[in-house]
């Protein structure tokens, strides 16, 4: 039994699960246009992460294990995010881009 349950957490991290933490959710839905880097830290108790150089419209991260919610600051204010998280063997999948300024979706 020790084995067992040893050996289910091992290939849920590995393979992956069901889809986005549930504090990625929880943050995007509290997320606003026009927010500052400042505004969007005062709400969540992960660290933002500042990506050096910007990969597209992606600015900033932030990260938690398996899951990352993408978020897109233009001029200083919030415009775009995106959740991914880590699903089966190692590969990627994420919900489409949004801009919360005109509440759309991009592919």
């Not at 995007?28 to 108790?45: A, D, P, Y």
């Not at 992960?46 to 419209?57: F, V």
């Not at 993408?70 to 590969?91: D, N, T």
């Amino acid at each position: 039994m020790k084995t067992l349950i040893f050996i289910c957490p091992l290939f849920l991290s590995i393979t992956g699960c069901c889809g986005p933490a549930k504090w990625s959710e929880d943050l995007s839905v509290q997320l606003r246009c026009g927010m500052t880097v400042s505004e969007v830290q005062s709400i969540t108790k992960y660290k933002i992460i500042e990506m050096n150089p910007p990969a597209g419209w992606k600015t900033h991260l932030v990260r938690d294990n398996a899951t990352d919610l993408y978020l897109g600051f233009v001029e200083g204010k919030l415009k775009f995010i995106q959740i991914a998280w880590a699903q089966k063997m190692l590969k990627m999948a994420m919900y489409h881009q949004i801009d919360i300024c005109t509440n759309t979706m991009t592919q």
